[in-house]
Nanobody, 119 residues
């Protein structure tokens, strides 16, 4: 099992940047594919990016070219660098972990961190 804690959210102006972190417990972090999802008010949760245990990366079209996912297995942490933020990026951001493929179900979730982008 793994426990996840996100941090780094906040308020930023459009065009700005934020870096989210997700710290994981456990000694087998490197075996997990890690994903970032977000949920805006009144909308369903959506996948935005993932990184496999082999460090392959995958992005939703809505964030491709603006967001970058990375991981540091020595620190049991996955990061989400968000650049050129837009008001429509406003959402609660969640990290998630799975021992399956990045497109499989994610059984482990963090509590979420709020990102607000002002226009």
């Amino acid at each position: 099992q793994v426990q996840l804690v996100e941090s780094g959210g906040g308020l930023v102006q459009a065009g700005g940047s934020l870096r989210l972190s997700c710290a994981a417990s456990g000694r087998t972090f490197s075996n997990y594919a890690m994903g970032w999802f977000r949920q805006a008010p009144g909308k369903e949760r959506e996948f935005i990016t993932a990184i496999s245990w082999r460090e392959g990366t995958y992005y939703a079209d809505s964030v491709k070219g603006r967001f970058t996912i990375s991981r540091d297995n020595a620190k049991n942490t996955v990061y989400l660098q968000m650049n050129s933020l837009k008001p429509e990026d406003t959402a609660v951001y969640y990290c998630a972990a799975t021992l399956g493929s990045y497109y499989s179900n994610y059984p482990y979730w963090g509590q979420g961190t709020q990102v607000t982008v002002s226009s």
